[in-house]
């Protein structure tokens, strides 16, 4: 079967770092997403990696394995701002896209 | 103005109320999505419509019917609802081509009572 496993909650303090890890199972792959949802609001598109790797923008970076199915955000200098919850979906050979339950990310001062 | 509107942002409704929700794309995508989302659980997808033709129906119930008029507009229509389908419905829009990033609209929260 098809699969995303991230973790349900992580806390943070603010100007801090933090790795958001997710691993994935699915039926071919062609990438993998990351989205930012706040409380009551849509999720909007972070990051999109298909070759293995680190991809950075900003103070965001998202990184891949393919060979492990494994993936991470990664976000510096927290503000208080990125408390949210964070997305994890992997893209199958049908361009479907198999999402995780999501992370959500408390900062705390 | 964001680039996948809902409407409406909140909705109530008894389980015998027909109602309907209604999602404009203003990005020119060729492909438009219903999802599910319930609390602590994964993004369910629902539909896709690809230039207006319906290529998936994820072993939705028949009370949920999908309708997309043209590639700008997408609805569903709602019928006996049960509580259980209670959650944040949302609707989102891609492009063919290599990545498909979805835009999301800010969803409509169903309750049913």
């Known amino acids: 079967g098809q699969n995303i496993d991230q973790p349900t909650e992580m806390t943070a303090t603010e100007g801090a770092i933090v790795q958001i890890n997710c691993t994935y199972q699915?039926?071919?792959?062609?990438?993998l997403f990351w989205y930012q949802q706040h409380a009551g609001e849509a999720p909007t598109f972070l990051s999109y990696n298909v070759l293995d790797g680190l991809e950075e923008k900003g103070r965001f970076s998202s990184f891949l394995s393919r060979s492990k199915g494994y993936s991470y955000l990664l976000l510096k200098e927290l503000q208080m701002k990125d408390s949210a919850s964070y997305l994890c979906a992997a893209m199958d050979s049908n361009y479907q896209l198999i999402w995780g339950a999501g992370t959500k990310l408390i900062i705390k001062p | 103005e964001t680039g996948v509107t809902q409407t409406p942002r909140h909705l109530v409704m008894g389980m015998t109320n027909k109602k309907s929700l209604k999602c404009e794309q203003h990005?020119?995508?060729?492909?438009m999505y219903w999802y599910k989302q319930s609390a602590k659980k994964p993004l369910e997808l629902m539909f896709v419509?690809?230039?207006?033709?319906?290529?998936e129906n994820n072993s939705v119930p028949s009370r949920f019917s999908p309708e997309c008029p043209n590639s700008s507009h997408l609805f569903l229509h709602l019928h006996t609802l049960q509580p259980e389908d209670s959650a944040l419905y949302l609707c989102a829009s891609s492009q063919e081509g290599e990545s498909r990033v979805a835009f999301f609209g800010q969803g409509t929260r169903l309750t049913v009572v």
């Open positions: 419509y690809n230039f207006k033709e319906q290529t």
């Open positions: 990005l020119g995508h060729n492909a």
């Open positions: 699915t039926s071919g792959f062609n990438g």
